[in-house]
């Protein structure tokens, strides 16, 4: 296989991690009635059905049609375009901080089975801590799942419960520049 294929399915895992970032954020926002505009979680599940068009034929064919370029060009725009208005500036209340951070948690999470696959995809082994870190993130979106469910029943989560959410939003932020940096590598790991 060649390292192109690998590299561009690895940019596409990205672009896919960001996608997934977003829709969590808009459907958390959603759930707990955080101001938003609706039309947000619309057009990222339009952007997440035109990427999952693409990936199942390149992972048979491992080879990028040029429409299917210009579709991941116009995909990758997009997110930019929306992840502009993905960072809350102070005061952010404790909803858009669990939107936030549990969108962050959602999107590595994805990353991490996305790098799963390229191995399965590409007959190469990937290192152990990767599937070490499934249960890992799997223990934070529950949680992240239940806080979400509790608020918007109108309950008061157990404190236990809403304590991480700080010291996870704060770690969002302090990478704020890279999450930034990363989606412009996207762009010259597919080639478009």
Known sequence: M?????????????LTGYLQRLFVVETIYQRLKVPHEAERLEQVKFLIDETHKILPVFEKTKILTEVQRDELHFI????????????????????????IAGSSLY???????????????????????????????EQRTKMIDYLVHTLAEGKEPEEQFMKPVEPWFDNVMQNKELILKDIKQIEKMIEI
Request: hydrophobic share 40%; net charge positive.
């Open 2 to 14: 060649s390292n192109k294929a690998k590299t561009q399915y690895n940019g596409m895992i990205l």
């Open 76 to 99: 990758l725009r997009q997110i930019e375009n929306l992840m502009a208005d993905y960072f809350k500036e102070a005061p952010v209340s404790f909803n858009e901080k669990l939107a």
């Open 107 to 137: 999107a590595e999470q994805h990353v991490n089975k996305g790098i799963i696959r390229l191995g399965e995809v590409f007959n190469q082994e990937i290192n152990k801590d990767f599937h070490k870190r499934i249960q890992f993130y």
